[in-house]
């Protein structure tokens, strides 16, 4: 089974560049002036897909499956970014999204040896309209022989406009690390870097600006009064430019100076005060959360029943919303889950859910007394979501258009794509030995 890869700066394992589509290898670094195709190739090659039916498994462009080097996809600059280690340093290079062509590539960035000994994974970090890249390192520079180095993480950040083939980063920013904790990762215009005792830091790629909120701020209660749980138990969930996303220890959620969640109840939804219990985690995909609240039933609360919300981050008001009876959107597998959006983002997938953040209406496809639960794994721009029946190794592929809500059973073999783009489907894998990327066109 294909695992699925992160969200909106989608990571996969990659290697060197081959042709679905034809036209050659897309391995050559451009010069200054090299202007790629808009057009996939129309040439035909050994690898078929069978795809759904607006787009086509005959074109396109595969990339072999290798472990040397990670993928991230650059939506908005229509860019897959790859890094790879040479010996003085990571390189990224990036190759247009519909050709495969390459369209530039950097000198090696090697600021001091990696704690981690790992290949870092480029984040894509999406702010004022434009992708940025970002690659970061932990270590320790500064260490000697009789001296001790100081724990630090360096982001080097890239524009995605870059040409030619030495590119360098747009600015460094260092920021203490606090190891064994994860390097920063792209949420919504920030970097966002979860740090001990639920400290979080945002750093803007576009500034350099470091705004760092310590285990007091997160600790801190939005109302006293109002929310006699919160500050017990508060956990940091996410980080906006107004502050950190805080999950408190009851049923509340906030933004710190911005907003609390009893403000922003979902129709359906048991209203402050009640003891029913949110979802255990509030899951952030770029400007937005999904939070699982208790359903109120005929006679009360309903405890197993959710009313799953899409939030916006921001002012935390309610964006679309379904009640489920599932407990969980994540289905048998949730390693394999993850929210994504369409590439307009009016429409949002995560598990059994699928959102049209334009009307408000939200569907949930979990298992029933009569029908089997269907897990999404992307949408399109018009309204249909692709994904699986969640029956283990007999699942079928089948398709829901979200407005009327009705599933269609996929003809047996249909592959679904990890996200789709405004003109692609994309194909991102970690454990197919037939590619680590696949785009096909759409028809």
Known sequence: MRRAIRAAAVVALVSVLGACGGGGSGTDIPQDTQSPSKH??????????????AFDGTKGWTQPASSDTHVAVAPTAALVVTVTKVPDGYVLTAKDLATGAARWSTTPWWPFDSVRNELPRPEIVTAGGKDYVALSISGNPGDGTLTKGTPTIRIAVYPTDAAGSTAAPLRTIDIPAQEPVALPSAQGALLAYFGDHQAVTAVDVTTGKITSYSTDDVGKPPDAEACRLCGHG???AGVTSSGPLVRGGGNDFWVPGAWYSPSNVPQGAEA?????EMSQTLTVIDDRIIAGWPAMG???RDSDARVWAVHDMSTGKVKASTTCAAGSPRGSKPEDVRPVFSADHRYLVYGILAFDLATGQGRCKGDTATDKGVVFTSVDKDGTAYGHT????????VALAIDSGTVTVQPPGTEIPTMILENEAVYLSE?????????CPRR
């Not at 996939?40 to 039916?53: D, H, I, M, N």
């Not at 402050?272 to 029913?276: A, F, K, M």
């Not at 969640?390 to 592929?397: K, M, Y």
């Not at 454990?431 to 785009?439: G, I, L, P």
């Open 40 to 53: 996939p190739s129309t040439a035909t090659t050994g690898l078929r897909l069978s795809v759904p039916s």
């Open 234 to 236: 508060n956990a940091s």
């Open 272 to 276: 402050p005060g009640g003891y029913g």
């Open 298 to 300: 005929k006679d009360g």
């Open 390 to 397: 969640d029956g283990g190794d007999a699942s079928a592929p």
């Open 431 to 439: 454990d197919d030995n037939r590619y680590s990327v696949a785009v």
